[in-house]
């Protein structure tokens, strides 16, 4: 294998292991930010600037190539409803369920096959209008802007709720998942699959991602004594199948799933990643603040998606 291989394998198995150990998931974070409690909401914000500042950091010295701008369009935010809505349905975000897998839950392979059956049947996303660009002058403004209200936000947070959990199991998966994504920009399990189902092909370096990721999360599931495996919520794959599906179709339309969009497109500075990734948690946010409680349980069941973030 070339250096390049190795490298993304090492810290594919680092972002699986931080990913595992975080628990972090975008969706539980909305939904808790819904009910009033905002720490885990702060804890995706610090992931989301120290992926920023070494997405940077990584460009300036030369480790990656200028990432693609896109400009949102109306399908953009249709798409990241749709996104929100399938994450709200399935129980997890992407990344939750990714984390959900590796701890053995087998029913996150039915939001993955719902994914792949709705890449089989929808056409092969085309953005309009990227351009690999750098920003320039404008980088710093970017990047201490998100730092700034990353940092902002977790102070409240701290001050209001007197604790923010996992600081730096949280900083860790940012700064992992932006080297690695520097690298691999498509290494989302859900883009990959419909990449692979849209497209027959899977390029050798996004398999050697995927596959340190989840050897990564396995292994410390396995250390920590939380992996069982087995089907968690068996009246739910149902549910799990078609929020597959809702997720994989407003991935398309971002374009990019929610990691992707988190860990790439945001830290790039990428209009339709930042305005994408606003409206997935305003949607999940949303759903849970319009839908009456005790009738959605009776609905969709518990929820499957990770108890942090």
Known sequence: MTSQVWITLVLAILTGMALSRSNMCFMHAAKSASEGKFNPLANV???VAAATLVF???GHAGWRDPAPWLWPSAMTIVGAALFGLGARINGSCTIGTMGRLAHGD??????????????????????????????GSAEPVWVGAVIAIAAIGALLVFRREGHIDRVFEVVFLGGFAAL??????????MDAVTALIQEGRMHANIFVA?????????????????????VRHPRRIPLEFAGGALMTAGALSIPGASDVVAFYGVPSGSPHAVIGWVVILATVVLTFRVTNSSLWSRMVGSPAGTAGA
């Open 56 to 58: 940077s950091l990584v």
């Open 210 to 230: 995927l596959g340190g990721l989840v050897v990564g999360a396995i292994g410390v599931a396995l250390f920590t004594g939380r992996f069982q495996l087995g």
């Open 180 to 189: 690695l994504y520097s690298l691999r920009g498509q290494s989302s399990l």
């Open 106 to 135: 087998l029913g996150a392979l039915a939001t993955f096959i719902g994914g792949g059956c709705a890449a089989l049947l929808l056409p092969h996303a085309k953005p309009m209008g990227a351009q690999p660009v750098w920003f």
């Open 45 to 47: 914000l610090l992931t």
